[in-house]
């Protein structure tokens, strides 16, 4: 350390202070500017980053809340057309019900109807027998001389055997 004392000049120490001055100044103005820069510009980006991915993740809880509200509505709607198709299947199966009972009415009604008339004809053809039958018999009756009534009874009988209803 002696030595050292010993050859101190304060020339030289001036010097390489001034030197050590300038160096500082232009570092300061062509160095520490651009890296503080460069750092606040990495500072900025890193901030810009972290809040895009905040924003981001406040994106995706929407999205999550959309979705799942998208699935909910989806889930109401199925359930309602599932709905809508079991009343409207219960109305066709009751609607063929009554159509095939108002069929099988009219069909009912139809042969009834038929059966009446088919009783009406019978019985007005037993009734246009009856009158044939009894204008036979009037008629035969007239044609013969009765003079008694052994006679008329005789031929009461044989014309009744004779006739025959179909």
């Not at 030289?12 to 100044?25: D, E, N, S, Y």
Request: hydrophobic share 45%.
């Amino acid at each position: 350390m002696d030595q050292l004392l010993n050859d101190f000049s304060p020339g030289l120490f001036f010097m390489q202070a001034i030197i050590l001055l300038i160096l500082i100044v232009l570092m300061r103005k062509f160095a520490w500017k651009p890296i503080l820069n460069s750092l606040q510009d990495r500072e900025d980006g890193i901030k810009n980053a972290l809040q895009s991915a905040e924003n981001a993740k406040l994106e995706m809880q929407n999205l999550q809340a959309d979705n799942d509200r998208l699935l909910q509505e989806a889930r109401l709607e199925r359930e309602t057309m599932l709905k809508e198709a079991r009343d409207m299947k219960a109305k066709m199966i009751e609607d063929a019900k009554n159509e095939a009972q108002a069929e099988a009415n009219k069909l009912v009604a139809s042969a009834q109807a038929s059966i009446e008339a088919e009783k009406k004809a019978a019985i007005a053809e037993l009734k246009s027998q009856v009158a044939h039958l009894s204008i036979d018999i009037a008629e035969k009756v007239v044609r013969e001389e009765l003079s008694s009534k052994d006679k008329q009874m005789k031929l009461v009988e044989s014309m009744l055997g004779e006739a025959t209803l179909n």
